[in-house]
């Protein structure tokens, strides 16, 4: 079983910035790679960043320059580190991580937390 406390959303301007956290506690699973969606209202649930056990990451074109994903393996913690923001990244973050156990792959998500980028 792998749990997600997501952390650090908030209200910010526009051009401002806000890291986001994810801690996930494991009982007999292996972190694998971890990543951060998000859902704006009446909109589809879209890939922001991701990144795997060993560091490669990838990034959605909207985001790429402004936005840093990054993990800490020993805490089993990702980290999204959002610049520049724009009212158009207003949604709800959610964290996502793949898992593998004895009987197989898991993949869990965290329980959201907002971000509203003001204009």
């Known amino acids: 079983q792998v749990q997600l406390v997501e952390s650090g959303g908030g209200l910010v301007q526009a051009g401002g910035s806000l890291r986001l956290s994810c801690a996930a506690s494991t009982m007999n699973r292996r972190i694998n790679s971890m990543g951060w969606y998000r859902q704006a209202p009446g909109k589809q649930r879209e890939l922001v960043a991701r990144i795997t056990s060993g560091g490669s990451t990838n990034y959605a074109a909207s985001v790429k320059g402004r936005f840093t994903i990054s993990r800490d393996n020993a805490k089993n913690t990702v980290y999204l580190q959002m610049n520049s923001l724009r009212p158009e990244d207003t949604a709800v973050y959610y964290c996502?991580?793949?898992?593998?156990?004895?009987?197989?792959?898991?993949?869990?998500w965290g329980q959201g937390t907002q971000v509203t980028v003001s204009s």
């Open positions: 996502n991580v793949d898992a593998s156990g004895t009987y197989g792959n898991y993949n869990y």
